[in-house]
């Protein structure tokens, strides 16, 4: 069953329930914000604060990076992390199968969007609601010329605190540092490469492009359970938390917040680029089992 509902003045809000689980999906961003498996908690985080106005992205849920990761290299004015995030996307499709529930979502060039990335694509998100939830982004390139692009399945995860939750599956994988290169400490060359020693456990910021794309488990720690993320397509793995000091800095995150989520991002960032031909379609999918 999918019902629409206004979240606010521009926000449209589909949701979807089914047997096994139910999930909100906003249209402004092609974004997830909630999956509630079983009807039990969300597993998403979203930011108290969160002001769901047009024109600023949606802390929290799942936001689209696309078509680039992190800021524009060439032109750091253009917005962070792309323009899907700000984007009103439309309904392809609404499927109701007695296992799952599917919802397809639209996005294509513009005027807008070709004044700052000069290419024609058509993307297309299918949301699929069931024990697990699914997230398959697919590119097409619409345009005569080659397109390129950047990008990030950007998942918020609620912990009950960052602190006590361990992230499993990244161990002996290379990662770049990303706070570290942004703090412009000598040592830090855009090329560096760290081994990531066991398990990763949250004592302060963390901001890291992971070059792998292997499984992922989240363990909570407090409560019980695990979040187990598989992926195909997207070479990265990226991890953010904020830490305290950044964390309260941030405007629309609630000022403890920063202490119950994780991002664990799929995505592909550079070098790891994902090139499409003229007439072409990239797919990469995101399936996230809550396991009690
Ligand atoms: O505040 P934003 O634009 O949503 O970005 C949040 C974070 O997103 C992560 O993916 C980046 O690696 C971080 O550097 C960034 O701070």
Redesign the pocket.
């Known amino acids: 069953m999918i019902t629409m509902s206004e979240r606010s003045a521009g926000i449209t809000v589909a949701t979807i329930h089914n047997k096994f689980a139910s999930a909100e999906v906003s249209l402004y961003g092609g974004q997830v914000l909630s999956f509630k498996p079983d009807d039990r908690d969300d597993i998403l985080f979203m930011s108290s604060p969160c002001s769901f106005k047009p024109g600023k ?1 949606i ?1 929290g849920g799942i ?1 689209i ?1 696309f078509p680039w ?2 800021p524009r290299t060439d032109d750091p004015m253009l917005p ?2 792309g323009f899907a ?1 700000t984007s009103t996307w439309s309904i392809i499709s609404f499927e109701d199968e007695p296992e799952n529930s599917t919802l397809i979502l639209g996005l294509s060039d513009t005027e807008d969007s070709r004044r700052i990335w000069p290419h024609s694509f058509a993307a297309a998100l299918a949301v699929t609601v069931s024990k697990k939830l699914s997230l398959t982004l697919s590119v097409t390139n619409t345009g005569g010329s080659p397109l390129s692009f950047t990008d ?1 399945l ?1 998942a918020y995860f609620k912990v009950s605190q960052i602190e006590s939750a361990r992230l499993i599956g990244l161990e002996q994988s290379e990662y770049r540092d ?2 570290a290169l ?1 703090s412009g400490a000598a040592s830090e060359k855009p090329d560096t490469r760290i081994t990531q020693n066991g398990e990763i456990v949250f004592t302060g910021e963390i ?3 992971y070059l792998t794309d292997s499984n992922i488990r989240i363990i909570d720690n407090i409560k019980p359970g695990q979040i187990i993320i598989r992926t195909e397509g997207f070479p990265n793995r ?1 991890i ?1 938390n ?1 830490g305290q000091v ?1 964390g309260e800095a ?1 405007a629309d995150l609630g000022k403890k917040e920063w202490n119950s989520f994780v ?1 664990m ?1 799929a ?1 592909a960032v550079d070098p790891n680029e994902i090139s499409v031909p003229p007439g072409a379609t990239v797919c990469q999918t995101m399936i996230i089992e809550p396991k009690r």
């Open positions: 992205p802390r936001p990076c990761f992190g962070q992390h995030r990030a950007h990303l706070a942004r901001d890291r492009v990226i953010w904020p950044k941030i991002c991002e995505g």
